[in-house]
T-cell receptor, first 116, second 111 residues
Framework: DVKVTQSSRYLVKRTGEKVFLECVQD?????MFWYRQDPGLGLRLIYF???????EKGDIPEGYSVSREKKERFSLILESASTNQTSMYLC???????????????FGPGTRLTVL | KQEVTQIPAALSVPEGENLVLNCSFT??????LQWFRQDPGKGLTSLLL???SQREQTSGRLNASLDKSSGRSTLYIAASQPGDSATYLC??????????WGAGTKLIIKP
């Protein structure tokens, strides 16, 4: 079974702090994704990566950066946390199928981040 | 622009009933469609994936169908159980290699 793990289930940080969210997958997937989920807004893609050291902006990249130094690990970085970044953060991974398209996405358990 | 709609937003049924959850979309040019469940405060669990060339997929008591011409997918749950209570989300893989998400249907199975 695919396993996607996230470093923390719950995290509380203060405004202005630098925050690191870590995601690790064990299925040798090429593609990894970071989403945030908010009530009434659904899931929104922040960043994704289709290879080591490669990254692409999603729908809401402002205020975030990412790092992918190893294939199995994808980190989301909040350079200076703000209260509007309080949210559930979900990581996912997938393999690449025909014509370079993404296959089934598998999700981690999520990190509930609160910024005070 | 592709839009994904899940109606109803919430559904409550007695245990044991068969039920259907709906997912509609506006553009038939999709790569695949994925159904997920999400328990409160948890991550998403992938239930079924239907490729654009397929009509349906089955896993246990779950059956998902896809009709691109009508822009519709359904998730059929047979013999519902209280443990099926969760929010069910559908997501379409589009030509830009990303998922377009529905808002979900919150399902409650009453014992």
């Amino acid at each position: 079974d695919v396993k996607v793990t996230q470093s923390s289930r719950y995290l509380v940080k203060r405004t202005g702090e630098k925050v690191f969210l870590e995601c690790v997958q064990d299925m040798d997937h090429e593609n990894m994704f970071w989403y945030r989920q908010d009530p009434g807004l659904g899931l929104r893609l922040i960043y994704f990566s289709y290879d080591v050291k490669m990254k692409e902006k999603g729908d809401i990249p402002e205020g975030y950066s990412v790092s992918r130094e190893k294939k199995e690990r994808f980190s989301l970085i909040l350079e200076s946390a703000s209260t509007n970044q309080t949210s559930m953060y979900l990581c996912a991974s997938s393999s690449t199928g025909l014509a370079g398209r993404y296959n089934e996405q598998f999700f981690g358990p999520g990190t509930r981040l609160t910024v005070l | 622009k592709q839009e994904v709609t899940q109606i109803p937003a919430a559904l409550s049924v007695p245990e044991g009933e068969n039920l259907v959850l709906n997912c509609s979309f506006t553009d038939s040019a999709i790569y695949n469609l994925q159904w997920f469940r999400q328990d409160p405060g948890k991550g998403l669990t992938s239930l079924l994936l239907i490729q654009s060339s397929q009509r349906e997929q089955t896993s246990g008591r779950l059956n998902a169908s896809l009709d691109k011409s009508s822009g519709r997918s359904t998730l059929y749950i047979a013999a519902s159980q209280p443990g099926d209570s969760a929010t069910y989300l559908c997501a379409l893989g589009d030509s830009n290699y990303q998922l377009i998400w529905g808002a979900g249907t919150k399902l409650i199975i009453k014992p």
